[in-house]
T-cell receptor
Framework: KAGVTQTPRYLIKTRGQQVTLSCSPI?????VSWYQQTPGQGLQFLFE???????NKGNFPGRFSGRQFSNSRSEMNVSTLELGDSALYLC?????????????FGSGTRLTVV | AQSVTQLGSHVSVSEGALVLLRCNYS??????LFWYVQYPNQGLQLLLK??????LVKGINGFEAEFKKSETSFHLTKPSAHMSDAAEYFC????????????FGAGTILRVKS
């Protein structure tokens, strides 16, 4: 069974640009969440999508957005990039939104903003 | 607000020694509890989780954790450390009442000495 696939693995962007990251969940997983990991702030929740609808959102500015497609694949977009957006962005999927269900994480996309 | 405290940002043990990584949560209602491991340049891998039932939970790679409600703790242990256990470990909690998202501790880097 294929795991959670995130593309690209590495990305370098310039301040002010925008970026789109992609996540393909495990087959049958309908919930997709995104997390940002930085040395200073640790792992922080961005948002969760289920059945193409955003169900939950973390405390991030509106420059961070996402969407989910009918096949459960998800994208997140960051506009007007800032140096502080440099981070590892992790996508996680799970079968349902039941709190006890475990998340399976992808390997992440390493974004560097210069 | 839900919070997770991992005592010790770095833990060093000798190969073959006991591994003990500490995790405490702050919540009047016991959340669902998870331990994840992250190897360099990788995503997070689920080691084990506690939802309901037996308070001693066994996970992969010989790890186990015990949920102690009276101490609001969920410490991770392994009887005998192996060099391959060197990684960063994250404790996380989840509960519908707290936004149904994973809330992570700051992480503990485990070093295994030969």
């Amino acid at each position: 069974k294929a795991g959670v696939t995130q593309t690209p693995r590495y990305l370098i962007k310039t301040r002010g640009q925008q970026v789109t990251l992609s996540c393909s969940p495990i087959s049958g997983h309908r919930s997709v969440s995104w997390y940002q990991q930085t040395p200073g702030q640790g792992l922080q929740f961005l948002f969760e999508y289920f059945s193409e609808t955003q169900r939950n959102k973390g405390n991030f500015p509106g420059r961070f957005s996402g969407r989910q497609f009918s096949n459960s694949r998800s994208e997140m977009n960051v506009s007007t990039l800032e140096l502080g957006d440099s981070a590892l962005y992790l996508c996680a999927s799970r079968t349902t939104r039941q709190p006890g269900s475990g998340y399976t994480f992808g390997s992440g996309t390493r974004l560097t903003v210069v | 607000a839900q919070s997770v405290t991992q005592l010790g940002s770095h833990v060093s043990v000798s190969e073959g020694a006991l591994v003990l990584l500490r995790c405490n949560y702050s919540s009047s209602v016991p959340p669902y509890l998870f331990w994840y491991v992250q190897y360099p340049n990788q995503g997070l891998q689920l080691l084990l989780k506690y939802t309901t039932g037996a308070t001693l939970v066994k996970g992969i790679n010989g790890f186990e954790a015990e949920f102690k409600k009276s101490e609001t703790s969920f410490h991770l242990t392994k009887p005998s450390a192996h060099m391959s256990d060197a990684a960063e470990y994250f404790c996380a909690v989840n509960r519908m009442e707290y936004g149904n998202k994973l809330v992570f501790g700051a992480g503990t880097i485990l070093r295994v000495k030969s």
